[in-house]
């Protein structure tokens, strides 16, 4: 199966994603993480994305967009994959449909975690990470309104947009995921 999670920053994609990817047997790809684990090792993607990352600011698409075509054309990528943190504008959703007809696949969804923003504020700050200081977090929350929200627009009228009430417990979410997914493969 081949799955977009988006939600805002906080709205448990990862948490989600990850399960989600345990249990269908599929490998979780985040560019959040892809970019932060570069920054750490110091490695020229991790050079070019730290100035972006850092401020909460998104990495440009050129940058994004081949990170994401490696990343796909790799063999684990065969069966499915999730993509947590990509597409995160309406410009990276189009440019993921064209890679995906070079690569001859198909989304099947794209998984909308849907939170508040009073939720999406408090879970950003329970965790404590490097960019999670409160005035970066806003940032990415309003960027999260003009950037991604927009993505919905895109996928609802090709019927790939599956909305997930993201205001509940972990194990409840993850459930009605696996349900609905379940009930659209019938
Ligand atoms: P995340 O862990 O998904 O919240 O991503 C952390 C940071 O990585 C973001 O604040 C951006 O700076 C960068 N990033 C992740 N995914 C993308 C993307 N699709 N486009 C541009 N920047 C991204």
Redesign the pocket.
Known sequence: MRLVILGG?GAG??TQGRMLCENLGIPWI????I??AAIESDTELGRQ?AP??E???????P??IEL?RHRLTQPDTENGWLL??????AF?AEELDFLLGDLGQELNWAIWLDAPVPVLMQRSLDRSRD?DAPEIIRR?ID?FHQRTIPITGYYKPRNKLLRIDGDRPSEVIQQDLLDKLAATQA
């Open positions: 920053p994609k990862g985040a560019t959040g993480e970019f932060r994305a972006y990352v401020k909460g600011d998104l990495v440009p698409d940058i994004t994401i947590d943190g990509y597409p995160r504008t990276q960019d990415r960027l």
